[in-house]
């Protein structure tokens, strides 16, 4: 699993396809992970265009 903590892209910048094109840089490093983000609601749409299925739930890690 690849977790991304945070993709920020300045308000005056948004629109032009630069997180989708940081996501795509994700998918292309890590093309047979699973992709976990925590994101907040106002950028919900955003990450169901990009084909993100939205989860609720808990998880328990474990430093090794």
């Known amino acids: 699993t690849t977790f991304i903590a945070e993709i920020i892209v300045h308000r005056g910048y948004r629109g032009k396809g630069i997180g989708k094109a940081l996501l795509d840089i994700c998918h292309q490093l890590y093309p047979k992970t699973r992709i976990e983000l925590l994101a907040d609601e106002e ?10 299925t939205k989860i609720m739930g808990f998880r328990k890690s474990y430093a090794v």
Request: aromatic letters at 40%.
């Open 43 to 52: 950028v919900y749409e955003f990450y169901t265009r990009n084909k993100f």
